[in-house]
């Protein structure tokens, strides 16, 4: 009954793969979010969606390519990966009503080697 | 720009002792969020701070937004070891959010 479940937890790859990271909430939340936490655990937003629209598309490469199918499912997928990419990817959800503060998934350690 | 900036950015206390944390900002904030980070999991939402002046408590955790709302406070009395993580204090508008960088706590026993 994870609220808002990331897979894979871990993911260790060369440079230059491509990967996805999978978000899923159940919480009937409108709006979903990519976050990249760096060594510093500074957390920065890298994606917004709300009932499936982009609205947020903060200065990232375009290498990071979000997708959502439906309004519980917010995926991430990253082309070319370079070492700079390495940190910990977290997705959250929340109602679009600013009061209610965000709901994170667990993280997905990212480390290209 | 960091628009939040939080103070101090690492506290190691013992356990029993009182600590507080702290959240500013030259911008007004229609909100605050405060959030708990432990190792390996993603933040936690501990409670949001709406009203200038506004103090919430959370058992052992005192929260307050300041009268002009560009600040917050968190303090933790008599502090256990299940305190240790990162704080993060946050803003959310319209779907877009900043955040702290972040107090990371250590309680030892």
């Known amino acids: 009954d994870t609220a808002v479940s990331q897979t894979p937890k871990y993911l260790v790859t060369q440079m230059g793969n491509d990967k996805s990271i999978k978000c899923e909430q159940n919480l009937g939340h409108d709006t979903m979010y990519w976050y990249k936490q760096d060594s510093k655990k500074f957390l920065k937003i890298m994606f917004s969606y709300n009932n499936k629209e982009l609205i947020i598309n903060e200065t990232v490469p375009n290498r990071f390519s979000p997708k959502s199918p439906d309004k519980a499912h917010l995926n991430l997928h990253i082309n070319s990966l370079e070492l700079g990419d390495s940190a910990v990817y977290f997705c959250?959800?929340?109602?679009?009503?600013?009061?209610?503060?965000?709901?994170f998934g667990s993280g997905t350690r990212l480390t290209v080697v | 720009t960091q628009l939040l900036e939080q103070s101090p950015q690492f506290l190691s206390i013992q356990e029993g002792e009182n600590l507080t944390v702290y959240c500013n900002s030259s911008s007004v904030f229609s909100s605050l969020q405060w959030y708990r980070q432990e190792p390996g999991e993603g933040p936690v939402l501990l409670v949001t701070?709406?009203?200038?002046?506004e103090v919430k408590k959370l058992k052992r955790l005192t929260f307050q937004f300041g009268d002009a709302r560009k600040d917050s406070s968190l303090h933790i009395t008599a502090a256990q070891p299940g305190d240790t993580g990162l704080y993060l204090c946050g803003n959310t508008n319209a779907g877009k959010s900043t955040f702290g960088d972040g107090t990371t706590l250590t309680v030892k026993p």
């Open positions: 701070v709406v009203t200038g002046g």
């Open positions: 959250a959800s929340s109602l679009r009503t600013k009061l209610y503060g965000y709901t």
